[in-house]
């Protein structure tokens, strides 16, 4: 959410001296023009002729929050309001940095207060609702988020903040079952779910097969399973399925409340929990359920106002889920249309264009991304891999590193780096990158690749054992195509 800035004049001790004065007009004036680098050494300049002042002190913070410097913004933020703990500007400002900073938990105090200050500020609340959700307190999020949308019904980013979180309460839920029990007849209800979303319906006849396997009786997934039949050409077996689920008992709400409440339709209360032990598979499940529909009743309603950036990349999103990265690509062109410049999603453009391998497409796009941000660690290794892949290695290096220096933890950076060193031949430097990046081999190709690097390096005996797990990993993948191969027959009703 925007923050509406205003620059305070300086209190006490300003007319002591003309030359102040006719500075911080002049700071005033860049900042009006959005020089606000320039005005940075002007606002220290007077704060050291006149300590303490907590215009100066205020203004300084601004520029330096507005020129992306948040952190030596905040402790100046933190100044100030020890001396004005309720000032709006300084409340707002210094959670805004703090959320820049990825620090969704530290900024939840001054936001909450600003939204207690001015509980109908949308700024406050749409920053805090934010933080919230940033924070993992989905449930929190989603009352600030209901709030904001009542506050302006009309606003996108309200409605796309409200169906993202009550998006990532789902995934919540949907973890935490899966680490709660493996195996359960309900994570397999909602694996179904996904793979229905995905477009993969052989499998997710499957999964539903599975749950009602166990539980015949689930409310819901006879019509999914229906709607299964339907799309891979058996409409008379969806109907089967139809009629069974018509022909449910209704569910005993003394013993399944979550599940009596979602089927009545009231998700709010489906969703919620009980606050004492560890939930219960089964209200995991329907938290996930409730969650999801909440979800999609909130992005409906983002649909049906103007075209907006929050539409554009819920449009976006969805197609990069479903491995359509060039349409993905158009999508995040259009919200670039309605925010020229934002890097936020000229960075998500680059990427779409890179899945998509476009990579001249997305080199240009990314290009753009480092000029205000060099060490952008996923634009340097976007470039970086890019270049890998239109068979440049050289031009590769340079970016890997500079991601690397970064983010160490890069992984990606650090498969792609090993792999251009040993394309340049550059075995013995190759070894360790890849060596490190070794986690993320899914089909034994970095497996392959540190094979050949140890036996360029003279390392035949470390050689041999990489090539011994690539053919462990090639093996695996075989089992696993055949065991998928087993999930492609739909059958009929039971």
């Not at 007077?46 to 410097?69: F, W, Y």
């Amino acid at each position: 959410m925007p923050v509406a800035f205003c620059f305070f004049a300086l209190t006490c001790g300003i007319a002591s001296g003309e030359d102040a004065a006719l500075k911080s007009q002049r700071a005033k004036a860049i900042m009006a023009a959005g020089r606000y680098e320039e005005a940075i050494p002007l606002y220290k300049e007077l704060l050291s002729e006149l300590p303490g002042n907590p215009g100066i002190q205020l203004n300084l913070a601004l520029a330096e929050h507005m020129a992306g410097h948040e952190k030596e913004a905040i402790p100046v933020f933190e100044s100030v309001l020890k001396t004005q703990p309720h000032l709006m500007p300084a409340l707002l400002s210094l959670g805004a940095a703090q959320l820049a900073l990825n620090q969704p938990r530290q900024a939840l105090a001054p936001l909450r207060k600003a939204v207690a200050a001015e509980p109908d500020n949308p700024d406050a609340r749409g920053m805090l609702a934010d933080a919230l959700s940033g924070a993992g307190e989905f449930d929190q999020a989603a009352e600030q988020y209901r709030r904001l949308t009542e506050l302006a019904s009309n606003d996108p980013r309200a409605w796309y903040g409200l169906g993202m979180t009550y998006q990532a309460m789902a995934t919540d839920a949907f973890d935490r079952l899966r680490k709660l029990t493996a195996d359960s007849p309900f994570l397999a209800a909602l694996i179904a779910d996904t793979r229905v979303q995905r477009h993969q319906y052989r499998s997710a006849y499957f999964f539903y097969t599975q749950a009602l396997r166990d539980l015949p009786e689930l409310h819901g997934v006879h019509a999914a399973l229906a709607e299964v039949y339907r799309k891979t050409g058996h409409p008379d077996w969806g109907a089967a399925e139809d009629a069974k689920e018509r022909a449910l008992a209704p569910p005993d709400c003394k013993l399944h409340s979550a599940e009596c409440r979602f089927v009545a339709g009231h998700d709010l209360q489906a969703i919620t929990l009980t606050p004492a032990g560890v939930p219960s598979a089964e209200a995991l499940f329907w938290r996930a359920k409730a969650a999801n529909e909440l979800s999609l009743q909130a992005l409906v309603r983002l649909g049906q106002l103007p075209p907006s950036v929050e539409y554009h990349r819920l449009r976006a999103g969805i197609a990069r889920d479903q491995n359509h990265h060039l349409e993905s690509a158009n999508e995040w062109r259009a919200a670039l249309a309605l925010a020229p410049g934002n890097p936020a999603l000229q960075q998500e453009l680059a990427i779409s264009l890179f899945l998509a391998a476009d990579y001249r497409a997305a080199l240009t796009e990314a290009e753009k991304v480092l000029a205000l941000d060099r060490k952008s660690p996923q634009m340097n290794f976007t470039v970086g891999d890019s270049w890998l892949r239109l068979e440049e290695p050289e031009k590769a290096v340079p970016y890997l590193r500079t991601a690397l220096l970064s983010d160490p933890k890069l992984l990606a950076a650090e498969a792609s780096l090993g792999l251009a060193l040993s394309r340049l031949g550059k075995f013995a430097e190759a070894v360790p990158h890849l060596e490190k990046s070794i986690s993320l081999d899914d089909d034994g190709s970095l497996h392959y690749q540190l094979a050949r690097a140890f036996q360029a390096a003279g390392n035949a005996a470390l050689a041999q054992t990489a090539m011994a797990q690539y053919q462990e990993l090639l093996k695996k993948n075989q089992e696993q195509k055949e065991e998928a191969a087993k999930e492609t027959t739909v059958a009929p009703p039971q």
